[in-house]
C-alpha cells in the first residue's frame, strides 16, 4: 500500500504562486512515477504534470507550461508542484498520484496512476 498527502493549497489572487507537496508512504517512492493531476468542479479529472522516478523526464499539461514546475526529493518521499502566475482557470482540487509499474512513457491518462491522494483545494481569484 501507498498513502499519499497534499498540502499547501489555498486561495490566491491571479498571478500569485503556491507550492504543493505530496509526502508519500508505505512503500519505496524512489521507483515510482508521480504526477499532479486537478478536478475543477463539474468536469473531469485532467493531467496537469508528471516526473519520472529519476527525475529525468518530466510531461506538462500545455496550460501549465512555463508557469508550473514539478520535482521530487527521494530522500523525503515528496513530491512537489511549484505553481506561478496563477490563473482562475487553474482553480481545482489538486491530486497527486503515484505509479507503480514500469512504463516507456510518462502517464498522462488519471486510469494509469495506482495510487492517490485526498487532494487538496486551490482556488484563484481574479
Known amino acids: 500500500q501507498v498513502q499519499l498527502v497534499e498540502s499547501g493549497g489555498g486561495l490566491v489572487q491571479a498571478g500569485g504562486s503556491l507550492r504543493l507537496s505530496c509526502a508519500a508512504s508505505?512503500?519505496?517512492?524512489?521507483?515510482?512515477?508521480m504526477g499532479w493531476l486537478r478536478q475543477a468542479p463539474g468536469k473531469e479529472r485532467e493531467f496537469v504534470a508528471a516526473?519520472?522516478?529519476?527525475?529525468?523526464?518530466?510531461y506538462y499539461v500545455d496550460s501549465v507550461k512555463g508557469r508550473f514546475t514539478i520535482s521530487r526529493d527521494n530522500a523525503k518521499s515528496t513530491v512537489y508542484l511549484q505553481m506561478n502566475s496563477l490563473k482562475p482557470e487553474d482553480t481545482a482540487v489538486y491530486y497527486c498520484a503515484a505509479e507503480t509499474a514500469p512504463r516507456l512513457r510518462l502517464p498522462t491518462n488519471p486510469t494509469e496512476y495506482d495510487y492517490w491522494g485526498q487532494g487538496t483545494q486551490v482556488t484563484v481569484s481574479s
Open positions: 516526473i519520472s522516478w529519476n527525475a529525468a523526464n518530466i
Open positions: 508505505g512503500r519505496t517512492f524512489s521507483t515510482f512515477t
